[in-house]
């Protein structure tokens, strides 16, 4: 492997999956805004819309994640198309 490509600042990051509100920790180089205390440890939290115990492809099951209401602007325009 070449020198001097990687970072060198890895440090544990905590991960929140907002859909379904769990954590996992890793280590990571992203720059974090906000902070969340684990067991007495504060780490650097990223918020994450969907990870692999929400995303439906792991978990089996099919979920409607919509985060910025645009089922609900579709439904309106054109579901009620048939109810007449």
């Known amino acids: 492997m070449k020198k001097g490509i990687h970072p060198d600042n890895y440090r544990p990051v905590v991960f929140k999956d907002m859909s379904n ?3 996992f920790i890793t280590r990571s180089t992203i720059n974090a805004r906000e902070t969340i ?3 007495g ?3 650097p939290l990223v918020k994450v819309e969907i990870s692999n115990t929400s995303h439906p492809f792991y978990t089996g099951k ?5 985060t ?3 089922v609900d602007k579709f439904m ?3 579901g009620n198309r ?3």
């Open 82 to 84: 048939n109810k007449k």
């Open 62 to 66: 099919s979920k409607l994640v919509d």
């Open 76 to 78: 309106n325009r054109y």
């Open 21 to 23: 509100e769990d954590v």
């Open 41 to 43: 440890v504060t780490y």
């Open 68 to 70: 910025a209401g645009r």
């Open 37 to 39: 205390e684990i067991d």
